[in-house]
């Protein structure tokens, strides 16, 4: 039994259709992303650069 913490993760808006965990997601859709993965979006310009890094679990409420 793994007792690694899992890795904390934010909310993004994609600027353009993108498969992620194997689903495919449309433009202005909200998916949940690791940190890591976030950049890599940026980086590749499928969500914004001055996208939001808020927690996922945070921004409920």
């Known amino acids: 039994m793994s007792t690694a913490p899992k890795p904390a ?3 993004v808006v994609l600027l353009k259709d993108h498969k992620h965990g194997g689903k495919p997601f ?4 909200t998916i949940t992303v690791t940190a890591a993965q976030r950049q890599f979006l940026i980086e ?6 001055n996208s939001p890094a808020v927690p996922a679990t945070e921004k409920k409420g």
């Open 9 to 11: 993760t934010v909310e």
């Open 26 to 29: 449309k433009k202005g859709a």
């Open 44 to 49: 590749r310009d499928i969500i914004a650069k």
